[in-house]
């Protein structure tokens, strides 16, 4: 490339740093891209939970991402947590009308805790405007089973027969996440045009969990913008593959940080500092 990929985060604020807007663009910019984002929510949170989500309003996110559009050339783009239909409406309409190489969906709707945090509209909303924009969709398995309003699966097969499910709404990349499974590795499972493949990492015992779908998500998405428009299926596997490895080193070297009480972040720049 000509020049550093420039990269965009769409999503909420965390104050904390570990997540959301600020934890999405060190990530960005730790994996060599000059990060940009559009904020959907200013959140009051810390490492103990969130205690209040302020949206921002639909009219708001498209000024914002219209003007970054109209001056900054973006090669990917990362969509966090959009609860809201006009929303997501509001995103697919000024993406597909100025249309970034790549487009990364992180489907967040459902807390660690278990609780769902969109009601069945803004469900609809990422299933139906945004899921098909996407070239890769990142879900857990809570999230999965949510987008396919299925049980979640609990093994590694249950994982497989849930891949049909999801590659019908037709985003040509799933990283389906198998991190709430038990065990000692961390099973992923990505599907794409050419067949589905293991990604699996052993599992690090750490409590420094808070950001991980963030960071992965945005990893996929810088290391994307690394990749030409032709990138092959071989070469878009494998910037993915670097994504997933990133992100356990960064979970490896979280114990060189000490931030808050509760679920501490990843190391960022753990490659860095």
Known sequence: MSSIPHTL??????????AGLQGDLKTLSALGTYATN??????????????????VPAAVIGEQLDNLLDDVRLDAVKIGMVADRA????????????????IVLDPVMVAKSGDAL???AGIAAVRDVLVPLADVITPNLPEA???????????PEAMEAMLPGLQALRAPYVLLKGGHLSGEHCPDLLAGPTGSRWLSAPRIATDNLHGTGCALSSAIAARLAHLPPEASDDAIVAAIGEAKAWLHAALDASRRLSVGRGRGPVHHFHAWW
Do not use: C, F, K, Y
Request: net charge neutral; aromatic share 2%; hydrophobic share 45%.
């Open 145 to 155: 089973a949510v987008l396919l309003d299925a049980e979640t699966p609990r093994t």
């Open 9 to 18: 985060t769409i999503a909420g604020s965390d104050p904390s740093g570990g």
């Open 38 to 55: 559009v904020i959907t929510a200013v959140i009051a949170q810390n490492t103990t939970g969130v205690a209040a989500v302020h949206p």
């Open 87 to 102: 929303v997501a409406e509001t995103l697919a309409e000024a993406l597909r009308r100025r249309r970034p190489r790549w």
């Open 118 to 120: 969109v009601d069945a």
